[in-house]
């Protein structure tokens, strides 16, 4: 018998891609969401863990293809800025650049240090329910204390200066906070667009900012764990992985696309409310 | 930016001793690390690579540190 069918790695990759740019947590939702189907499928599983390389390679990839041209301006600013070994003042793709290696590199390293120890300890569906709920109030909360208040044609112009504004302090707070979604149910994005908007950016500058830091971080998690995928753990589950990562690569280029215009006038107040009424609803049915 | 130049040698020296440690979790396992290394395990085989990744992370980040600090300084900087 296979350890995951093809349907049930198009629903997971389906839900990887959605869940990963949307501020809802994926993590947790590839906890709760088998649990509540009744499917025999454990994160922690050799298998899975190796189902899941592929997804977040997937996403990764998108998101890096999504935002090409902005990567290859980062790349040469970041080049001209070794090679003048500072960041010229008028160099916003310098700064980004590096805004975004000193958002990750803390995040890379607990992620490194943090991630099976976590895991393991917020595996269960209930676990991931609670931590839910209190993603949805860390939204609402995020939105409560922002800088300040969204305004009409915010996210008009070229958006990278105005994120490069962003202090390299608030770059690392930003990236340090985001190995909290490292528990499941604690979203990434989540915490990378919040972090954004208390540093004073509109909600499309911080879900822009937020795509960016998480492609570093999601490729290299995915990159580090693909000799999982190659090696005994990913036998019987390469054409899953396949299919669903597949499957994730669709639903993240839509997600992306849409989470852009939706937040050049909207907040994060609705995922904040989904997540507390998912994460309650969810508590209670595992509970009882 | 400030350049900060009596930080160049203490980050460039930090660069060392964490590529270092990166190189030793790289090549020994756990069983042989240095009891104060996190991830000391007596007796066991497994190798650290995650612990020399974040290690070597370090030591670059302390590199291109030092080296951004020893660029020229822009005029009318102190």
Redesign the interface.
């Known amino acids: 018998m296979e350890p995951i069918t093809y349907l049930q790695s198009i629903v997971l990759g389906l839900l990887q891609g959605l869940a990963e740019p949307f501020p809802i947590s994926s993590l947790g939702h590839g906890v709760i969401l088998p649990s509540l189907l009744g499917w025999n499928i454990h994160q922690n599983d050799d298998y899975f863990l190796a189902f899941l390389v592929a997804t977040h390679c997937a996403t990764a990839a998108v998101l890096f293809f999504f935002f090409l041209e902005d990567w290859m301006r980062i790349f040469r600013g970041l080049g001209r800025?070794?090679r003048?070994?500072?960041?010229g003042a008028e160099d916003a793709d310098a700064r980004l650049g590096w805004l975004l290696v000193i958002g990750t590199?803390p995040a890379?390293?607990l992620g490194?240090?943090l991630e099976h120890p976590l895991r393991t300890l917020f595996a269960s569906p209930t676990s991931a329910a609670i931590f839910l709920t209190i993603n949805g109030v860390l939204l609402l909360v995020f939105e409560r204390f922002r800088r300040r208040p969204p305004r009409p044609g915010d996210y008009k112009g070229d958006a990278d200066p105005r994120i490069a504004r962003m202090s390299f302090r608030q770059a690392a707070a930003i990236g340090t906070a985001q190995a909290a979604a490292l528990i499941p149910g604690i979203s990434r994005s989540g915490i990378t667009m919040g972090g954004g908007l208390l540093t004073g950016l509109s909600n499309d500058d911080a879900a822009r900012y937020a795509f960016l830091l998480a492609t570093p971080i999601i490729g290299a998690a995915g990159v580090?764990k693909l000799p999982e995928l190659m090696g005994s753990a990913g036998d019987g589950v390469r054409g899953q992985a396949l299919v669903g990562a597949l499957a994730a690569a669709f639903t993240t280029y839509l997600a992306v696309k849409f989470l852009l215009r939706f937040f050049e006038t909207n907040r994060l107040t609705p995922f904040g409310v989904y997540c507390i009424l998912a994460g309650i609803a969810c508590t209670l049915i595992f509970a009882f | 930016m400030t350049k900060r130049r009596n930080l160049i040698l203490p980050a460039v020296v930090l660069g060392i001793v964490l590529l270092a440690i990166a190189v030793i979790y790289w090549v020994e396992p756990a069983g042989s690390l240095p009891s104060f290394f996190p991830g000391h395990e007596a007796g066991s085989s497994h190798h650290h690579a995650k612990h020399g990744i974040a290690a070597f992370v370090l030591a670059l980040g302390c590199f291109v540190f030092a080296w951004f600090q020893s660029g020229p300084s822009r005029q009318g900087e102190s």
Not at chain 1, 84 to 87: A, L, N, P, S
Request: overall charge negative.
């Open positions: 800025s070794l003048d070994r500072e960041i590199v890379g390293i490194l240090l580090l």
